[in-house]
């Protein structure tokens, strides 16, 4: 395959995971509403038949594999210790070593992203260093470069309105072929959890 999707999970723990969305409806809620996003963004890239996918796991607590996502024998690569710039950083780097071709990845915290945004991101690709799909707080949902370039996970500042238009100075800085894609939403509070439940109209960009 020449398409490579790193999928980046934590272990469900309470009181560990969507800790904004813990504040609304609580720590054990919002660990289940972790498990369910998961595996919403399992089963639609399940569609993404020409591409690899790649889980890259932070295992802890009782969760050692990925068996709460119903995939207990999935392989996974573990997440190196540090910010998320080192964390992608290294997965992308063992990505390009193993797999070469092109490499996108993404999280959980957009579930509703359909499968052919990605798809559109790989094909991009093609003729581009790199994509970048906007999230409306100002990060990202998903990076892809058609080559390693750890310079774009490097002080970057993470988890704040600046990471997506941060990240697009270092890649112009750097002079790379760039691509942005339509704009979507994370879900971080009770509110974004419910505008995901509503369903696909309800999604910034969700039919492009």
Known sequence: MDHTLL???KAPVPGRVKTRLAQDIGD???????????????????????????FVYAP???FPDLGWLDM???VFWKQEEGDLGTRLGAAFKRAFDEYGA?????????PGLPSKRIREAFLR?????VVLGPTEDGGY????MSAFHPTLFNDIPWSSKETFRETLKRAQKEGLKIDELAGYFDIDSLADYERWKMGPSSATGQGV
């Open 7 to 9: 999928i980046f999970l």
């Open 28 to 54: 054990e809620a919002a660990a289940a509403a972790y498990v369910e996003m998961a595996r919403a963004v399992r089963d639609e890239t399940e569609l993404l038949h020409d591409a690899r996918i790649q």
């Open 60 to 62: 802890g607590g009782d």
């Open 72 to 74: 207990p024998d999935a």
């Open 102 to 110: 092109t490499v996108c990845a993404v999280g959980t915290d957009s």
């Open 125 to 129: 690709l093609d003729d581009r260093d």
């Open 141 to 144: 949902y998903l990076i892809g």
